[in-house]
């Protein structure tokens, strides 16, 4: 009877948990816009981050050197949002209603400076592990 009891008050305090999955990255085919940009600001709004950027170079898309954009991203890494920091990013993502967003299911990253310079876009990969008959 003990133990039923110890059986019910532990499912009773289970909660569900959601987790991030992606099928695939998303490389330069599969999204709007590739850039690399550095962070000038934050904000939390509606349940998403707004993240102010200044572009650096534009690999896809009509943005110029220079130019200061908005990304946004879910604030919940559940719903793969992007934990954005102060620094430089290779940003990857889709315009909707003029506003781009991204997701860590493409190859938005934050950049070192020594990769900067170097820096070439990433292709669609699928993070799917094939199995073989």
């Known amino acids: 009877m003990k133990r039923i009891l110890?059986?019910?008050?532990?499912?009773?305090?289970?909660?569900?948990?959601?987790a991030c999955s992606c099928g695939e990255k998303k490389g330069i085919e599969s999204v709007d816009a590739v850039f690399i940009a550095k962070v000038?600001?934050?904000?939390?709004?509606?349940n998403k981050y707004v993240v102010t950027m200044k572009i650096k170079k534009s690999f896809k898309g009509d943005y110029q050197k220079g130019q200061k954009i908005e990304?946004?991203?879910p604030?919940?890494?559940?719903a793969c949002g992007v934990t954005f920091t102060k620094g430089k990013y290779a940003i990857y993502g889709n315009e909707h209603n003029k506003q781009i967003s991204t997701r860590t299911c493409s190859?938005?990253?934050?950049?070192?400076?020594?990769?900067?310079?170097n820096y070439e876009p990433?292709?669609?990969?699928?993070?799917?592990k094939r199995i073989s008959e």
């Open 75 to 78: 604030t919940q890494s559940a």
């Open 40 to 46: 000038k600001s934050i904000e939390e709004i509606d």
């Open 122 to 128: 990433k292709k669609t990969r699928n993070m799917r």
């Open 6 to 18: 110890i059986t019910i008050l532990a499912l009773s305090f289970t909660v569900a948990t959601y």
């Open 71 to 73: 990304i946004s991203t």
């Open 107 to 117: 190859h938005t990253a934050k950049l070192e400076s020594s990769e900067i310079k």
